[in-house]
C-alpha cells in the first residue's frame, strides 16, 4: 500500500484551496466617480424587484476599487446587482455565474448605461442586448405615440401591426440568442421568458366538425413551461420566477382542490432533485394555499404538509419550524370541506342550557364564530341577518353561532342590537369545547355551512357568498336526483 506522507497531505491540501480558489467567484468593481463608500452585492430570489437580498457588501477605497468575494458553496449564479450606498440607491443589473472572476468599470453618474466587463464575454453580450432593448423600447414609445393621433381604423390596425412585427423581431433576438449560446445563464433567462404562441386558424374537436372553442386556453396553458427549465436552480437568482408560476396557479388552474392538487405534483415533480427550485416551488405552493382566499384551498395546505413536508421533502426547515407546518395542518385536517364537522357542546346565551351542534336539525346549518368587539362581526352581522329573513329561513337554514369572547352582557347586548333573538346563541365561559381548534378559529367572523348530515360544505365564508353555496348545494342535489331518476327507467 502506498504511503502517505505529511508532505503528501499538505500538497493535497493546497491543491484543494487551488481549486477551491478557481471555483470561487469574485467581482473587482471599480467606480470613476465614487470613492471612500460603501456598496452592496444583491441577488433576486424568485421575485422582483423590491424584493431583493445582500450577498456581500465592500468599501469603495480612495481609487473607487472594491472587490467581492463569493465563497458560499451554494452559491448557483444568477441575475445580481451593484447597488451603491447612497440616497438614490444607484445600481445596475449583470451576471453571475459560479467559477467567474471578472472587473467591472462603471461611471455612477452614467449608470444603467456605460458599465464595461473584463473576463466576462456573456456580460458584454448581455450589455448589447440591454442595448437592443432601449432601442426596442424606444420604437414601442414612437408608435405610442402615433397611436394617439390615429384617425381611422385602418391607421390604428397599421400601427398595432408595427408593434406586433417589433415584438417578434425581440422574441427571435432573443431565440437566435438561446440556439447560438446554449447552456449560459443568460439562454437560460431568455428561454424562460418564453411565452407560448397559439397556432392561428380554426381548431376542431376530434369529430373534425365542430369547433374547439376551448382550444386557445389548452395550449397555452400545455406550453407555458415550455421554455423554463425546472432543472436549472440559476433561474431562482433571477425575477422570473414568482410572476410565472402566480399567472400559471391563479389563471391557468381550475381552482378546485383536486385540480389544484394535481398541478402542484406536476410542478414539483419538475423541480425533484433541485435545491433552489424545489425549495421555492413548494413554499410558493405552500404559502399560496394557506393564504387563498378561494373556499377549500385549505385542503390543498394539508395535502401539501402531508405528502412533502412530512415527507422529509422540506429539508431547509429547522425541526421547530417544521412541527408548526404540521401542527398547522393537523388543526386544518379535521375542518376541510367534504369532512363531518367535528362535535360541539355550548352553552345557550340565554337558557344557559346545553346545545348540541350535531343535534342542531335543519336542512342546513351557518355556524358562526364572532366576537361582540370585533368591528367585521358587527359589519357582518346586519348582512347576515338581512340574508337570513329573505332568504335563508324559508330554506329551512339555521343559524348556530358561537361567541368567542365577552361577559353575559356584551354577548347579550349584540345579540339585541343585530336582531340574532331566532338564531341559536351560545357561547362557553368555561373554556371546555376546544372550539377554537376544531374549527381553526384564529379569527373573526370564522364562518361555516354545514349540510343536513352535518357535513362541512362551505368555510370562511360571509353573507355576501352563504346563499351562492347553498344555492349550488342545491343544484347538485337535483342533479343527482335526476340522474338517480334516468338511472332507475
Not at 466576462?120 to 448581455?126: C, Q
Request: charged letters at 30%.
Amino acid at each position: 500500500m502506498k504511503k502517505i506522507t505529511l508532505f503528501t497531505v499538505l500538497l493535497l491540501l493546497a491543491m484543494g484551496e487551488f481549486v477551491s480558489a478557481r471555483q470561487m467567484c469574485r467581482v473587482q468593481l471599480k467606480m470613476t466617480d465614487v470613492k471612500d463608500s460603501l456598496v452592496y452585492l444583491v441577488h433576486y430570489y424568485g421575485k422582483g424587484r423590491p424584493t431583493i437580498f445582500i450577498t456581500d457588501s465592500a468599501y469603495l477605497d480612495h481609487n473607487g476599487t472594491a472587490t467581492f468575494d463569493i465563497k458560499d458553496s451554494t452559491f448557483v449564479g444568477g441575475i445580481y446587482i451593484i447597488l451603491i450606498n447612497d440616497k438614490a440607491r444607484t445600481n445596475f443589473e449583470f451576471l453571475l455565474n459560479k467559477g467567474d472572476d471578472m472587473i467591472i468599470t462603471a461611471t455612477k453618474s452614467k449608470l444603467p448605461d456605460g458599465v464595461k466587463f473584463k473576463n466576462s464575454e456573456e456580460n458584454v453580450r448581455f450589455e448589447e442586448y440591454v442595448d437592443y432593448l432601449k432601442g426596442f423600447s424606444k420604437e414601442q414609445d414612437k408608435l405610442k405615440e402615433e397611436l394617439k393621433t390615429a384617425s381611422t381604423s385602418s391607421d390604428t390596425e397599421a400601427i398595432r401591426k408595427k408593434s406586433i412585427a417589433s415584438s417578434k423581431v425581440l422574441t427571435n433576438y432573443r431565440r437566435d440568442y438561446a440556439k447560438a449560446h446554449k447552456g449560459t445563464l443568460l439562454s437560460a433567462v431568455f428561454n424562460a421568458m418564453e411565452v407560448p404562441e397559439v397556432p392561428e386558424g380554426p381548431h376542431y374537436l376530434e369529430d373534425g366538425k365542430t369547433k374547439d372553442s376551448t382550444f386557445a386556453y389548452k395550449y397555452y396553458k400545455s406550453h407555458f413551461w415550455d421554455g423554463f427549465n425546472f432543472q436549472d436552480d440559476r433561474l431562482i437568482y433571477t425575477p422570473l420566477f414568482d410572476p410565472r408560476i402566480e399567472e400559471y396557479m391563479t389563471k391557468m388552474v381550475v381552482p378546485m382542490p383536486d385540480s389544484v392538487e394535481k398541478e402542484c405534483d406536476f410542478l414539483l415533480k419538475k423541480a425533484r432533485g433541485t435545491k433552489d427550485v424545489f425549495h421555492y416551488t413548494l413554499w410558493w405552493l405552500t404559502h399560496n394555499a394557506e393564504n387563498s382566499k378561494i373556499m377549500g384551498m385549505d385542503e390543498v395546505f394539508v395535502y401539501l404538509v402531508e405528502n412533502y413536508y412530512m415527507k422529509g421533502d422540506a429539508v431547509w426547515l429547522t425541526s421547530e419550524e417544521l412541527e408548526k407546518y404540521i401542527k398547522r395542518a393537523r388543526d386544518i385536517a379535521p375542518n376541510v370541506i367534504g369532512n363531518i364537522a367535528p362535535e360541539i357542546k355550548l352553552n345557550n346565551v340565554t337558557t344557559k342550557k346545553p346545545e348540541s351542534l350535531m343535534g342542531t336539525k335543519a336542512k342546513y346549518t351557518v355556524v358562526v364564530f364572532y366576537s361582540p368587539t370585533c368591528g367585521h362581526c358587527q359589519h357582518e352581522m346586519p348582512g347576515l341577518d338581512s340574508l337570513y329573513n329573505d332568504v335563508l329561513k324559508a330554506k329551512g337554514v339555521k343559524i348556530f353561532t358561537v361567541a368567542t369572547e365577552g361577559d353575559d352582557k356584551a354577548i347579550n347586548e349584540f345579540i339585541t342590537k343585530y336582531k340574532m333573538g331566532e338564531w341559536i346563541n351560545t357561547y362557553d365561559p368555561d373554556h371546555t369545547s376546544d372550539y377554537h381548534n376544531k374549527y381553526d378559529v384564529y379569527s373573526t367572523p370564522t364562518i361555516y355551512i354545514l349540510d343536513e348530515k352535518k357535513i362541512i360544505r362551505g368555510k370562511r365564508l360571509d353573507h355576501t357568498n352563504i346563499g351562492g353555496v347553498i344555492d349550488m348545494l342545491e343544484r347538485k342535489k337535483e342533479k343527482l336526483k335526476e340522474k338517480g331518476s334516468k338511472t332507475s327507467e
